[in-house]
């Protein structure tokens, strides 16, 4: 855990940050973003971590503040042990623990059903494409987020403006039947870890082969899963 803060002022308006990357250079650039912001009207207590583990501990950690905004690298080394593969597992933790932290989401994703699914299944205040992002973007995402406003960034609109007929919906059994199979768990095995039934299993792993595209093997499935970004 590495902690970071603004020269302490009664006057000013205390906030704090959690920042989770796993490359450093851009951790530092969030950090000079977020000091510059109004800094006559604002104290930033800004926590950082470098993985799954390093984030899930600190958030975890009893003595750590809650936080008011969350800057998640979506893809970072995962935390298996605590079934925190992604950014998007931390974000649910923080919000699940600290519901009114603002989370901003940052990714190299641009397919439109990992931007979905994304925007579905967490509701992020921000979310970012790092294509897009500048030192000016990154302020005025933060500038946005801080006013309870959302910010999707230039690309995300343009993702998300796509005709509907590219769009491809999937739910929570999708994903877990997904995730087992990329686990090697047999079909037959699943009911012990999904709560729907055998036949329903089966029905759904067909029709994610339908909208995936995919004729083969449950193997080809997953790959083509992960190369949308849904694993």
Request: glycine share 4%; charged share 30%.
């Amino acid at each position: 855990m590495i902690i970071d803060s603004n020269a302490p002022d009664s006057q000013l308006i205390k906030k704090n940050i959690l920042i989770v990357d796993d490359h450093p250079f851009i951790i530092e650039g969030y950090k000079n973003a977020i000091t510059r912001y109004n800094p006559d009207q604002y104290e930033f207590l800004i926590l950082q971590a470098h993985d799954c583990k390093s984030g899930y501990d600190l958030i975890q950690d009893e003595k750590t503040p809650e936080f008011d905004v969350a800057f998640l690298d979506i893809s970072m080394p995962a935390y298996e042990e605590k079934d925190i593969f992604s950014g998007e597992d931390l974000a649910k933790l923080i919000l699940n623990k600290m519901p009114s932290c603002k989370v901003i989401l940052l990714t190299m994703y641009t397919e439109l059903l990992k931007i979905k699914t994304i925007i579905r299944t967490i509701k992020p205040n921000g979310l970012v494409i790092k294509n897009d992002l500048t030192f000016d973007e990154l302020l005025f995402a933060f500038d946005k987020v801080m006013k309870n406003d959302k910010y999707y960034s230039q690309s995300v609109q343009k993702i998300l403006n796509q005709s509907p007929h590219n769009s491809i919906e999937i739910d929570e059994f999708d994903k877990q039947i997904l995730f087992h199979l990329s686990k090697g768990t047999a079909i037959e095995d699943m009911p012990q870890y999904i709560p729907i039934s055998l036949n329903a299993i089966q029905k759904r792993r067909v029709s994610l082969k339908e909208l995936l595209k995919v004729k083969g093997s449950d193997e080809e499935l997953v790959k083509e899963a992960k190369s949308k970004g849904l694993l």
